[in-house]
């Protein structure tokens, strides 16, 4: 069944992207242009999706339950560390992110934190002082 | 004489102060990323490409650091193999058929030892094959014209297909899938903005490097979240590592033939390291397997896998640096990095950049020497880090993905593409799509369209321009061949699978 889907979608995907491509104008000395290239790419792609739609495999073993859950928090943390990074700076956020990455794996609160703690220092510290790649200092930069 | 001399030139650039910390610092994180299960070569370079790029490493300097760290993983996966049963990573999985056997013997050191004397030779055997034999293959590759590396790119491909993966047809749409990914952006001839759906950041296009992190790095995070018991540390007591000429001069054969199959099958676009093993360990076992002692804790089981996958890795790099078609996984990245950092790979590479070219190289030796001093004396520390854990060693890692991406660019966009890649890389190997060809795709999808639309300007517009020598005719008859092969072997794996599943159910 996943099979099926993804080749429905990747056969979807290619028709759209071939027929994009087919509106891409040519110019004068180049004479297959832009839309060329695509083209080749998306007919087998097209018949490749049809295969994996008559053909597919053995459904693979799709994540159910916690770590399903866990997984879309995980997601979670990653979109939020990105929204988050600038505006606490490096060291609170990275502290806070990989609290909650331990935590998920399934170490206790204070010991993801201490990891956090110590991780988010090392890192600023290799990167910002000995690398010299600035990191965003955010809120603790208000302090100093 | 003149390869010496270009080898000389090579070993000014290496054995500068600076280059040879560069190599230190590859050897030492190689070996630990190699050594730690989940973690492979691939995962080890993704990571550390945007800290060398964010850097402004020179081109030299951030090859050698890349490069060393790929050899130190070979030698690094061998650890957790023989200790813990659990390969290291994806080439050193044969590794844990005879080495595991011998550390439940009590042999763990001498397993480890042994293994890291074939990494040595066989690493070593293999830089002198690249040595000698990349210039030979660079001066055939002159001749290619636009039509010809057409041809040897959709090869690259073939080849992966049918080694990749099961199902070849999914090896394909990888490999188109990553193409595809590659038209998004500006097109460089014309101008013309494709696939950039409005949105300003993709008009340059997808940065190879964040696709890299995300499809690996963090596709990794969220596999290893949904099954942590897959990895689990364990510190166990290793006696002195120590290694008598006797172990060495019995497992030398073995060693030897490692090396030579083993580069052989790095030399062919796509194979790489995991193949080179599996050949070694296979051949040995046939040669050498007389009183049925292959499984059991041979000594050969581990000397010839070992020295198998670190010559595979040597000969990775032939087509990559030559033909600028990656051999493996991971030397798909060094050659991304080599585009991102404006060297065309090729065979003018050894012309226009000998000083990369043969830095490199001779690098390699010099990283060599010192994978194999610390790989004796210091097994133990690095079979201690095995026992940090996982809840620190994973978030630390994904950490130092993010920071070193958001340095290349101090772009929140770029740090939302790479998780976006991670779920896509996560439910791509979850369909048994490989992530290689996606990447690979991606990577060579610019050049190959430059080619196709030069050689096809050249014509005017005829495309039997594709077919019109004798050069591009053996390209596609491998390409057919490969294809065919992959095809077969696939129909006869369905065809025993169910013979199998008639065998089991009884009517």
């Given at each position: 069944m996943s099979d099926r889907l993804t080749g429905l979608v990747l056969l979807a995907l290619a028709v759209a992207y071939g027929v994009t491509a087919s509106g891409f104008e040519t110019r004068f000395g180049d004479p297959l242009g832009p839309a060329i290239f695509p083209l080749v790419l998306a007919i087998p792609l097209g018949?490749?999706?049809?295969?994996?739609?008559?053909?597919?495999?053995?459904?693979?073993?799709?994540?159910?339950?916690?770590?399903?859950?866990?997984?879309?928090?995980?997601?979670?943390?990653?979109?939020?560390?990105?929204?988050?990074?600038?505006?606490?700076?490096?060291?609170?956020?990275?502290?806070?992110?990989?609290?909650?990455?331990?935590?998920?794996?399934?170490?206790?609160?204070?010991?993801?934190?201490?990891?956090?703690?110590?991780?988010?220092?090392?890192?600023?510290?290799?990167?910002?002082?000995?690398?010299?790649?600035?990191?965003?200092?955010?809120?603790?930069?208000?302090?100093? | 004489m003149e390869v010496l001399n270009s080898l000389a030139y090579g070993f000014s650039v290496a054995l500068t102060p600076f280059n040879l910390l560069m190599a230190f610092i590859g050897c030492l994180v190689g070996t630990v990323v190699g050594a730690l299960p989940g973690l492979g070569p691939t995962n080890g370079v993704a990571i550390l490409i945007p800290v060398a790029f964010a850097l402004g490493l020179p081109p030299s300097s951030a090859l050698i650091l890349l490069a060393s760290l790929y050899y130190g993983a070979m030698y690094g996966g061998r650890i957790s193999s023989i200790l813990l049963n659990i390969p290291g990573d994806e080439p050193a999985v044969m590794t844990t058929l005879d080495g595991y056997p011998m550390a439940q013997k009590g042999e763990a050191a001498t397993a480890l030892a042994l293994s890291a004397v074939a990494s040595f030779i066989g690493a070593t055997l293999s830089t002198v094959g690249l040595t000698l034999f990349a210039p030979l293959l660079a001066q055939i590759a002159i001749h290619f014209g636009p039509a010809e590396y057409f041809a040897l790119f959709v090869l690259a491909f073939a080849m992966l297909s049918g080694i990749a993966t099961r199902n070849p047809i999914k090896s394909l749409i990888a490999a188109l899938l990553g193409l595809v990914l590659s038209t998004i952006g500006t097109d460089p001839q014309t101008g013309i903005p494709r696939y950039t759906f409005g949105i300003y950041k993709l008009y340059e296009g997808l940065d190879f490097i964040i696709a890299l992190v995300g499809l690996f790095a963090v596709s990794e995070f969220l596999f290893f979240i949904e099954n942590p018991g897959a990895m689990h540390f364990a510190d166990r007591p290793l006696g002195r590592v120590r290694i008598s000429f006797r172990d060495i001069r019995f497992s030398l054969g073995a060693m030897l033939r490692g090396s030579g199959v083993g580069f052989i099958s790095g030399v062919l676009p796509g194979a790489g390291a995991s193949l080179g093993s599996f050949v070694a360990y296979t051949m040995e076992r046939r040669i050498s397997n007389q009183?049925?002692?292959?499984?059991?804790?041979?000594?050969?089981?581990?000397?010839?896998?070992?020295?198998?996958?670190?010559?595979?890795?040597?000969?990775?790099?032939?087509?990559?640096?030559?033909?600028?078609?990656?051999?493996?996984?991971?030397?798909?990245?060094?050659?991304?990095?080599?585009?991102?950092?404006?060297?065309?790979?090729?065979?003018?590479?050894?012309?226009?950049?000998?000083?990369?070219?043969?830095?490199?190289?001779?690098?390699?030796?010099?990283?060599?020497?010192?994978?194999?001093?610390?790989?004796?004396?210091?097994?133990?520390?690095?079979?201690?880090?095995?026992?940090?854990?996982?809840?620190?060693?994973?978030?630390?890692?994904?950490?130092?993905a993010y920071v070193g991406v958001y340095s290349i660019n101090h772009s929140i966009f770029d740090l939302l593409l790479i998780t976006g890649f991670g779920l896509l890389g996560y439910v791509l190997r979850k369909l048994d799509i490989p992530l290689v060809p996606v990447v690979l795709g991606l990577l060579l999808g610019g050049i190959m369209e430059t080619n196709l639309r030069r050689a096809l300007s050249i014509s005017g517009g005829d495309w039997s321009i594709l077919i019109s020598s004798p050069l591009t005719w053996g390209l596609w008859a491998l390409v057919v061949l490969m294809l065919g092969l992959s095809v077969f072997f696939e129909v006869r794996h369905a065809r025993r699978q169910r013979q199998l599943a008639h065998a089991e159910v009884p009517d």
């Open positions: 018949l490749f999706s049809l295969y994996l739609i008559v053909r597919p495999d053995p459904e693979p073993d799709w994540a159910r339950g916690r770590p399903l859950l866990k997984q879309a928090l995980t997601l979670i943390v990653f979109v939020a560390y990105a929204y988050v990074l600038e505006p606490l700076g490096f060291i609170v956020a990275t502290l806070l992110g990989v609290a909650a990455l331990g935590w998920l794996l399934g170490a206790r609160l204070w010991q993801s934190a201490a990891a956090g703690l110590g991780i988010a220092l090392v890192l600023f510290l290799l990167f910002n002082s000995l690398l010299g790649l600035p990191l965003p200092a955010g809120v603790l930069a208000l302090r100093g | 009183n049925d002692t292959f499984g059991k804790g041979d000594p050969r089981g581990v000397a010839a896998p070992e020295a198998g996958n670190n010559a595979a890795a040597g000969g990775a790099l032939v087509p990559m640096l030559t033909l600028g078609v990656p051999g493996s996984g991971t030397t798909a990245v060094l050659l991304a990095l080599l585009i991102s950092l404006n060297i065309t790979p090729g065979p003018l590479l050894f012309q226009q950049h000998p000083d990369v070219v043969w830095g490199l190289i001779a690098a390699l030796y010099v990283a060599n020497l010192m994978l194999l001093v610390m790989n004796l004396p210091l097994v133990g520390i690095f079979a201690r880090m095995l026992a940090v854990p996982p809840w620190i060693l994973m978030p630390g890692v994904v950490m130092i």
